[in-house]
């Protein structure tokens, strides 16, 4: 998103001062938006803050406002607490599922990096009007509905029938019993069923960094490469020491908007796998979202739980702010 | 190579026909996962039981899209009719609020202005599932828990959509605006006659990205409807994959309906898609 702008200084040229009137029209058509956006935005804020506090079940008539007090009394951290050192299940689960979400991210990010900057460099080099037609294909995914592409990767990795299976045997490979659902199929310490969501959302998301990368390389001025050329500099040189540092800056940002979206993955996890086998593809946002609404437990516990995820996104929205204020021209 | 200015790139190293090989590739990769759905649809229970199974079907039908749509105890049509009703509604909606408030913040200037925008971009900092307990809580007591009112009120104001039409707004020249005002115009009357008929291509990016986003949604439906007659389509997928796991071909037909109207639109809008995305990242 165009964040940088944000920050530009107002330099509209005002067309002399307001009239009353004009400033009366102005203040009357904001008030119902920020009157809303307190509702809707500021107030759930605050109540999930003030919740992850408390005790809290909406079955339990509380005393105070929002039933936030008495049969839900006010713990204090102790959410906090049970998350990072409890012995319930949902302490357990929940640490397990921060694990889980990092070796996501983990994967995910250099995994799409390397499908998407060589690609989009190729991308870039080849005539127009083939460019137009491959960039709109590999764009496809991102646009499609998630539940409908986790049905695809049901069929990709069916166990015995699915595609997947049938493509190895077909090149002489034995494929695994269990794409999903073997908790005993670990590579290098990564679980088979991360492996395959990995893959299953890289498919499904590589199209957005690909066409950023490639505008960005569009927009890398022909006349610095010509100058390289010029002072001698051959292509692979003039790829490493001019592209590249050119393109830094976007690949920093993509990636940490990468991160950020890693970090928010629902539909896959819940649909494709589960958040099993034995809990080995649990992520965050899917235990805030069982703890909350499938198992309906303390809602405090699960509103704590979503202040941890917030927290780590914030920490990476603030980075993403920091590298989008930073000038740069060609 | 002929000696036009080379092209310093991996597809130079390769050759031309290294990168085609390498993107033609990309590009099985990409379709080939749709395409075997596609063809799967079109199988029998039988086929789709077999194993190995064949790629593709030896008697291919749409009995399974005939089924989907013709079963009486399945509210494909009413489902549909929600999705559709819920875009448009948000679609219809986030471009009037957005329009509206994205005039108010580029053109006129008073007091607290900044501070109420910020307000409004807090909307883009906060992640969804931070206030996802809370406003389910919220929508509970507002009585508006299984009802298709729970995807549309809380989604009056798209804090994206103002600051993206406040961006574009800004470039209008204020003459115009004077003029209007010169002739009589009222403040909304400006914003209704002279802002709005300029604003033809943003509003649609606004308004396609808006309604592939409520079309695809899931998590916050999944929250908050409960009755098969108030689902939306990605619902009934899902409710699909897990109620039919014997008739798995009624569940693929299912999937592909429901990719069916964001391809179309897709097919006529692609160019214009990807370069909206690409630019809202950005720039």
Not at chain 2, 22 to 50: M, N
């Amino acid at each position: 998103m165009a964040f940088n702008t944000l920050f530009k200084k107002d330099i509209v040229v005002d067309s002399g001062k307001l009239t009353a009137k004009q400033r009366r029209f102005a203040y009357t058509s904001l008030t119902p938006i920020l009157l809303y956006m307190g509702v809707f935005t500021l107030f759930p804020i605050v109540w999930a803050v003030v919740m992850s506090f408390y005790s809290y079940s909406p079955i339990r008539e509380g005393s105070g406002f929002l039933g936030l007090g008495g049969a839900n009394p006010f713990v204090q951290i102790d959410n906090y607490i049970e998350l990072f050192t409890g012995t319930s299940k949902p302490a357990e689960v929940f640490r397990l599922a921060l694990k889980n979400t990092f070796m996501f991210t983990a994967l995910v990010l250099p995994l799409n990096l390397l499908i998407t900057l060589p690609l989009a460099v190729i991308l870039e080099s080849i005539g127009e009007r083939f460019k137009t037609l491959f960039r709109a294909i590999y764009f496809l995914p991102t646009i499609s509905s998630s539940v409908a592409l986790v049905i695809i990767w049901s069929y990709m990795y069916a166990p015995g029938w699915g595609l997947l299976s049938i493509m190895f045997k077909a090149v002489g490979l034995v494929p695994p019993k269990s794409w999903l659902q073997d908790p005993s199929l670990v590579y290098f310490g990564v679980p088979l069923a991360m492996i395959c969501v990995v893959v299953a959302h890289v498919w499904q998301d590589f199209g957005y960094n690909l066409v950023i990368f490639v505008a960005a390389l569009q927009s890398i001025p022909k006349t610095l490469r010509e100058a390289a050329r010029v002072d001698g500099a051959n292509a692979w040189q003039e790829f490493w020491l001019v592209v590249v540092p050119l393109l830094r800056r976007t690949v920093l940002l993509t990636s940490v908007l990468t991160v950020i979206s890693s970090l928010q993955v629902f539909v896959i996890f819940q649909l494709l796998t589960r958040g099993g086998p034995k809990n080995q593809t649990q992520t965050l946002l899917l235990s805030i979202y069982e703890n909350a609404f499938r198992f309906a437990n303390n809602l405090g516990l699960s509103s704590a739980m979503s202040m941890v995820l917030f927290i780590i996104i914030l920490t990476l929205t603030v980075i993403q702010f920091r590298l989008l204020r930073t000038e740069w021209e060609y | 190579m002929t000696d036009k200015p080379k092209r310093p790139s991996l597809a130079f190293v390769l050759g031309k026909s290294g990168a085609y090989a390498i993107l033609i590739v990309g590009l099985i990769g990409t379709l080939l996962p749709f395409f075997y759905i596609i063809v799967s649809s079109l199988k029998t229970p039988a086929e789709l039981r077999q194993t190995p199974p064949d790629f593709f079907s030896k008697t291919p039908s749409l009995d399974n899209y005939t089924t989907i749509l013709k079963d009486k105890d399945i509210p494909i049509a009413q489902n549909l009719f929600n999705s559709i009703f819920v875009s448009i509604s948000r679609v219809v909606i986030t471009l009037f609020t957005s329009s509206y408030a994205g005039y108010i913040f580029a053109k006129y200037h008073f007091k607290g202005k900044n501070l109420a925008f910020g307000i409004i971009l807090i909307q883009i900092m906060i992640p969804f599932q931070v206030v996802m307990i809370p406003n389910y809580l919220l929508v509970v007591k507002l009585g508006l828990i299984d009802s298709l009112w729970a995807l549309i009120i809380p989604a009056f104001i798209d804090a994206y959509g103002i600051f993206m039409m406040k961006q574009f707004i800004e470039a209008l020249p204020a003459e115009l605006m004077d003029a209007a005002r010169i002739d009589g115009a009222s403040e909304f009357g400006i914003y209704s006659r002279i802002v709005l008929p300029q604003m033809g291509p943003p509003l649609a990016s606004l308004g396609i990205f808006t309604f592939m986003a409520t079309w695809n949604d899931y998590l916050w439906p999944l929250i908050v409807l409960t009755s098969p007659e108030n689902r939306t389509i990605p619902l009934l997928v899902v409710w699909f994959q897990t109620a039919h796991v014997s008739n798995q071909g009624l569940v693929l037909a299912a999937s592909i309906l429901t990719l069916l109207p964001i391809f179309i639109v897709y097919i006529f809008l692609q160019r214009w898609i990807v370069d909206q995305a690409t630019s809202s990242a950005f720039k």
